[in-house]
C-alpha cells in the first residue's frame, strides 16, 4: 500500500472531509436517540449546521478564533423569561459549527458522532435551562 500523498491515492485518494449534510445527519440520529421526554421536549428546536459562527457571534463571545466555538444555543431557556413564544419570536435553535467540530476530532480520540452528540446534547441542555456549570457539574457527577 503506498503511503497517502505518495502520487497514487491508496487508501485516503476516495476520501473526503465530512460535509455540512453529513454533520446534520449526525445530529438527527443524536436528536432521535434522545430519551423521552428530553426527546419531545426538544422537538421544536431547530438544528442548523455551518461552516463557522458568525462574526459577530465571535466578536460578542469574545473568541479569539471562530474555531473556539463548536456549538451555540440561540433563544430561551424552557426556565427562562420568554420562554413562551411570543409573535415574532424566532424559534430556539441549535447551532453545530462543522470546521471547529472536524477541527476538534482531528485531536481527539472521540469519534464524529460521539463529538457531535455531546455537542447537541450540551447546546440543548441550555433549551432546559441549564448553564455551562451546570452541565460540567452534570458530566463530572
Known sequence: MNAPGSGDAGLWGPLAAPSLDDIEALAVQALEALPEPFRSLAADVECRVAEFPTDEVVSDMELESPF???GLFEGFG???DGATPFTGQM???VWLYRRP??????EH???L???VTHVLVH???HHFGLSDDD???IERD
Open 123 to 125: 447546546e440543548i441542555g
Open 101 to 106: 467540530i472536524l477541527d476538534y476530532w482531528a
Open 78 to 80: 424552557m426556565t427562562e
Open 135 to 137: 452541565m460540567e457539574r
Open 91 to 93: 424559534p430556539n435553535r
Open 68 to 70: 473556539d466555538l463548536l
Open 109 to 111: 480520540t472521540d469519534t
Open 113 to 115: 458522532g460521539q463529538i
